[in-house]
């Protein structure tokens, strides 16, 4: 009798669990019907004019040939839209798409300048946490990353180098070509220790994966950008004579609003002779337009007093949408300002104003697309043209070319803000 009871309980626990990860089942004729609202959707975009139709077309017939499914679609949707090279247009894929996402690497990494180092991964690949990345499926990591490109959006050169960062699917490494007949991934990393290692990784189901963070040795008391569950702060440096208001995100904290941000941060430079002011923008990659609007606001307002500091910028590729647009508002005020960093990962007109949520339903996955183009300011495109010597759509370019480290990341050396520590303004 427990024997039979637990026979029953075990085909209740599987039958639940392949209802809650049941594959959806869709005709050709509803995955039309998806391709056809993403066509709706370019026609109201703002990219309507360079809006091709020719490839959605041919999808559309070979899906209704049955020459392509649900989640070929997907691939071949991916690789369309990305070919646009716009940020904000793009198609994600919902977690409940069971068809599509399933299994990710067991490592993730975080890109140091020219170097990407593993930042996180499960017990089995503990050992290797800080390794840096010399190979990725048997490829230059440089070709590596071209070869999965057609699949993510990016807009820029220092923003595409940050897809090795992305959680990616074990089905697109293995449709790249990066991955062994066995479904692992093949890397070469030097471990921390100077030592070469092939690593052969097997992806795992996030669900069941538990990852272990490599966190700095030594914390840096003014940098908290590895802090993600504060969105901006202020911090201050005496000694550096230096006061820094970090974003992390353009949103707004009902905790900590934006206002009193700012009141905070004038308060600050009330209270001591500073010199320098750093807006660390390096990780922010947008939020709320409005935010943005306020801020602006503010330092127009207080635009007097604080032309008496000097004032810095920090960009990386991570830097884009709302926080491009507040950049450009910092320079418009404050057009002596001094970027440091790396290239923005959004040009320094991007597509803004994006629809929060557009589901597709029978293939499970969101579309998002630009409505407008923050383009509108005749001084900021001069600028444009001074800092990127070519034209309006590449990133925002640094005055001062400097990279994090992962030297620096361990023991709290930033050599961001050691550059403006050292510049001469």
């Known amino acids: 009798m427990k024997k039979l009871l637990l026979l029953s309980l075990f085909a209740i626990i599987l039958f639940s669990s392949c209802k809650k990860n049941k594959i959806q089942e869709v005709t050709p004729e509803e995955i039309c019907m998806d391709i056809q609202n993403i066509q709706m959707y370019m026609n109201f975009s703002i990219l309507k004019d360079i809006y091709d139709p020719a490839p959605f077309e041919q999808l559309k017939e070979e899906v209704m040939a049955g020459k392509v499914d649900k989640v070929e679609c997907i691939y071949r949707l991916k690789e369309i839209i990305c070919s646009y090279h716009i940020g904000h247009l793009r198609l994600s894929v919902l977690s409940d798409n069971y068809d599509f996402v399933s299994e990710f690497l067991p490592v993730n990494f975080m890109v140091f300048g020219p170097d990407i180092h593993i930042i996180s991964a499960t017990d089995k690949y503990e050992k290797y946490l800080g390794a840096k990345l010399m190979e990725f499926g048997g490829l230059s990591v440089d070709d590596a990353i071209d070869t999965l490109s057609k699949y993510f959006s990016y807009e820029t050169a220092s923003a595409k180098k940050l897809l090795i960062e992305y959680s990616i699917t074990a089905g697109t490494l293995k449709r790249c070509g990066l991955t062994e007949k066995n479904g692992n991934l093949k890397i070469k990393v030097q471990t921390r220790d100077g030592a070469i290692k092939e690593i052969s990784l097997k992806p795992v189901n996030l669900k069941n994966a538990r990852f272990k963070f490599l966190y700095p040795e030594v914390e840096n008391p003014v940098l908290t950008i590895q802090d993600r569950s504060v969105e901006y702060g202020v911090k201050t440096s005496k000694e550096n004579a230096t006061v820094y208001m970090h974003f992390n995100r353009v949103f707004s904290n009902v905790d900590y609003f934006p206002r009193n941000l700012f009141s905070d941060f004038m308060a600050e430079l009330d209270s001591y002779p500073y010199k320098n002011i750093v807006f660390d923008l390096r990780n922010n990659g947008g939020g709320e337009g409005g935010i943005v609007i306020m801020l602006s606001h503010f330092l127009n307002t207080n635009k ?73 300011v005749d001084e900021l495109k001069k600028r444009a043209m001074e800092v990127t010597h070519s034209d309006i759509l590449c990133g925002t370019m640094p005055d001062v070319y400097v990279y994090e480290t992962f030297e620096g990341y361990m023991t709290g050396k930033d050599s961001i803000y050691k550059a403006i520590d050292e510049y001469k303004f």
Do not use: M
């Open 304 to 376: 007097e007093k604080l032309n008496n500091y000097n004032i810095a910028i920090i960009t990386s590729g991570k830097t884009a949408s709302a926080a491009c647009w507040f950049i450009n508002e910092l320079l418009r005020i404050f057009p002596k300002a001094v970027i440091f960093g790396g290239e923005t990962g959004q040009a320094i007109f991007n597509y803004t104003h994006v629809p929060p949520q557009n589901p597709l339903k029978y293939i499970q996955c969101d579309f998002q697309f630009p409505q407008s183009i923050d383009d509108h």
